[in-house]
Each structure stands twice: as structure tokens, then as C-alpha cells.
């Protein structure tokens, strides 16, 4: 995808913030770009061009990364800085943040690979269970010889979903010893292998059980499907979707920053220090191998309204070159949002009433009052930004969500005399709008 269409895409989600927009379509297609590049000793020394995002809560700093690594199909992570230690201290060591990428990588990647195997795996389900329903005589060796005409027919029946209730007696693998294993810190690998050992023993073993065909066949899916991939060609390519792919978003930055006025905690430097070597890049050992970091792309971001950019250590802030700065949002802004994306608030409460036949519609002056109230409630209390939305939207919509399984076949025209009915008084008392709203 060109820069153009990915800003395009981000559209449909993210209302405004065209600047951050432009500098993340920037940066994954900057990975297609080097992906391209045919001398392979340039292409390792391109690094990516890690981003920081400055601006309030509630203004898309999390979602323009989350549908970014969505655009990508890229292994995506969201971390909280607050969450990490310095190492020695009581807490997660930031190591933690590849082991976590690289978990859900392989999860990727064993969905990716079970969809590829579907067809087969539905055919191999379906012999076992009509060789539950039908055993196949000991004479007959070929698929030809066991595909009878009883066979047949019974065929025709499961997958209409005729025998679905029908129980049948069938072989399964019996659970495998689950056991936990608690290691230090760079210990990953031993307690992989030992946890392994611990499954091995119990593997092969297997046990008849009565279900229906319908359960049966959840679990006979499974069963077939691990049989037909490889778990260590998804291992292999997991690690390598992380090298090359992987997004970290680190929130909260900021607030692991040293104040300008002094009281920094030592420790919150020393978050930055360990986080240092990550960004920069480091290899780190997961239980699946070695993982590097030095094409991830990282991309930060905080409120900064007590500490600066500048108030974190030179050297993090050098490898977090692009600074973006997002906008507060203002009451057009909110009439966007409650419009335009392709789930917006408005269309998801017309279709939640819709399932009770209650017709929700909203006009467009009652639009614009609930953007009003969200963006003077913000202004007077404490800014969330597009979060207020959920709050106000809730609060107007109680009563017809509570009342709505009795009041069948209705119709509810929300406008801005609704609004005001609703939540005037709300909003005039600016104590009462502190707590409810």
C-alpha cells in the first residue's frame, strides 16, 4: 500500500491527525522499501525510523498504531512504560515486551497455518468420524474398497448436519500434564525444554470418550490439523515476522521521564536506560530462540503535560527521531467521530436497539449537541478526549436500553431536545458532571 492509501485506510477509523497519519504511512512503507532493496549489506543497515507521538488522552495515539499493525497483518504489542522496573528491582524487566511480541507472533502465524490446512483437515475429520459410524471391514485396505454406498449415504448425512445430535464412541489423545514452571529472568529456554519433556510424556497417549458428532468434531479439528502443520517452520517464521514486521507501542512515556523541576525517581531513568538497548536494537532470548530487535519499529507516546520531550535521556530521545504532536479534539471533531468511521458510536447503538425492534435514528442537531457536551464537559473537567463520547452516549441512552425489551416496535428520534432533556441539568452542574459524566 502507498503512504496515500494507508492514510486512506486510517480515515475510515481515526478522525483527524493528519500528521501522525502521514508519519506512520511513512514508516511501514519505508519497510516495504528496504524489504525491496537488492544489495543485502544496505538493507541490513537501514534501521527503522522510530516514532514519538505527543498529545492528550483520547486524541488516537493507540489506535493509529493498533490499525496500522493491522494494515501490515504485522505482530503488534502494546506496553505501558509504568509497567517496567529497572533491573533489580520487584517488576517486568522490559525484556519482556519481545517474549510477549513473539507469543503473539506464533499465534499468527499456527492461525495462518491451520487456515491453510482446513480443507484437508475437514476431510481427514470426516473419515474419522464415519469410520466411528461405519468400521470399515478388515479385508478392505483402499479408500476405494471402504467407500461403499452405506458409507456414502452416510456421508451425504453429515455434512447436511442430519447426525449432528447422533452420538458416536471415538479415539482421542488424552490432555497433556500441564505443568508451570517459574524461572528467573534469561532462563526461558531450559523452562521451555523442560515443560516440553513434561508434554512428551504424555503424548501418545489416547482414550475412547462418548460425544456427538457435532463436539466431536471441535475436537477431532484440532487433533487432525496439529498432525498436518509444523511447529517449528511457524516458530522459524514467527521470529522472523518479528524481526522484520514487529510494532511496539510504548505508552505512558512520559511519565518514566525525569521532571524539569526536579524529583525524579532514580528508577524512572533507569526504565529508559533498559529500554535503550531494545530500540536500538539488542537480541533477547525467548523460548521460541533468539529474537533482535534492530527492525522492529517502535513507535512512543505520552501526554507530556508535566514532563517534556526533553526530559528524557538524550540518548532515547536520538532514537525516536520523528515527533508527531497531536491536536485536542473540538466539537466538529466529535460530530466526525460520532459519524464518519465505519463503527462509530452512533451506528453500533442503532444496531444494539436494532436486535430489541427498537428504531434508533439520530438527527443531525442531536449529533451536534452530544459533540456540545462532550467538548464542555471535557473543558470543565478533566479532558479525555473521544472517551467522553462512551460516557455521554451511555448516560443518554440509559433509560432506552433499559427499557428497550419491553417497548418492542418503537421508534426513538434522538435531537437535540432529547439531548437537553436528557442531560441538561448534568451538564449545567458542573459537580454532578464531574462525577456521572
Known amino acids: 500500500m502507498t503512504p496515500k492509501q494507508i492514510v486512506q485506510e486510517l480515515d475510515k477509523y481515526i478522525i483527524g491527525q493528519y500528521d501522525a497519519k502521514r508519519a506512520v504511512a511513512i514508516a511501514l512503507r519505508n519497510r516495504w522499501r528496504r524489504a525491496n532493496i537488492e544489495d543485502t549489506a544496505l538493507r541490513v543497515e537501514i534501521m527503522p525510523k522510530n516514532i514519538l507521538m505527543i498529545g492528550p488522552t483520547g486524541v488516537g495515539k493507540t489506535e493509529i498504531a493498533r490499525r496500522l499493525a493491522k494494515l501490515a497483518q504485522a505482530p503488534f504489542i502494546k506496553v505501558e512504560a509504568t509497567k517496567f522496573t529497572e533491573v533489580g528491582y520487584v517488576g517486568r524487566d522490559v525484556d519482556s515486551i519481545l517474549r510477549d511480541l513473539t507469543d503473539i507472533a506464533v499465534k ?14 475437514e476431510d481427514a475429520v470426516e473419515e474419522r468420524i464415519l469410520d466411528a459410524l461405519l468400521p470399515p471391514s478388515r479385508s478392505s485396505t483402499t479408500a476405494a474398497e471402504k467407500d461403499n454406498t452405506a458409507r456414502q449415504v452416510f456421508r451425504k448425512q453429515l455434512r447436511e448436519g442430519a447426525l449432528d445430535d447422533n452420538e458416536i464412541e471415538i479415539e482421542v489423545s488424552a490432555s497433556a500434564v500441564g505443568v508451570e ?5 534469561g532462563m526461558e529456554e531450559m523452562t521451555n525444554q523442560l515443560q516440553s519433556m513434561f508434554q ?24 487432525e490439523a496439529e ?21 511496539v507501542f510504548i505508552d505512558e512515556i512520559d511519565k518514566v521521564a525525569k521532571r524539569s523541576e526536579g524529583g525524579g525517581d532514580v528508577s524512572r531513568e533507569g526504565v529508559q536506560r533498559d529500554l535503550l538497548p531494545l530500540v536500538e536494537g539488542s537480541s533477547v532470548s525467548t523460548k521460541y530462540g533468539m529474537v533482535k530487535s534492530d527492525h522492529i519499529l517502535f513507535i512512543a507516546s505520552g501526554a507530556f503535560q508535566v ?26 471533531d466529535f460530530v466526525r467521530i460520532l459519524t464518519e468511521p465505519n463503527a ?3 451506528k453500533q447503538y442503532t444496531a444494539l436497539m436494532a436486535t430489541e425492534k427498537v428504531n434508533l435514528t439520530f438527527q443531525e442537531d442531536g449529533i451536534r449537541r452530544i459533540a456540545e457536551v462532550a467538548w464542555q ?61
Open 108 to 121: 499468527q502465524e499456527r492461525e495462518l497455518a491451520l487456515m491453510r490446512v482446513q480443507d484437508a483437515t
Open 181 to 185: 514452571i517459574m524461572a528467573p529472568p
Open 200 to 223: 512428551q510424556m504424555g503424548n501418545n497417549r489416547t482414550k475412547t470418550r462418548k460425544m456427538t458428532i457435532r463436539k466431536a468434531y471441535k475436537i477431532l479439528r484440532e487433533e
Open 227 to 247: 498432525k498436518l502443520i509444523n511447529e517449528e517452520d511457524i516458530k522459524l517464521k514467527a521470529i522472523e515476522s518479528v524481526e522484520q514486521n514487529g510494532i
Open 307 to 332: 514532563a517534556k520531550p526533553s526530559d528524557l535521556i538524550a540518548e532515547l530521545q536520538g532514537r525516536l527521531p520523528i515527533r508527531v504532536e497531536l491536536k485536542a479534539l473540538t466539537t466538529d
Open 344 to 346: 462509530s458510536l452512533t
Open 377 to 437: 464537559v471535557n473543558e470543565s473537567t478533566e479532558n479525555i478526549g473521544a472517551r467522553r463520547l462512551y460516557t455521554v452516549m451511555e448516560r443518554l441512552l440509559e433509560t432506552v436500553s433499559f427499557e428497550a425489551s419491553e417497548n418492542t416496535d418503537t421508534h426513538i428520534s434522538v435531537d437535540s431536545q432529547y439531548v437537553n432533556t436528557h442531560l441538561g441539568e448534568l451538564v449545567e452542574d458542573e459537580d454532578l458532571a464531574r462525577y456521572i459524566l
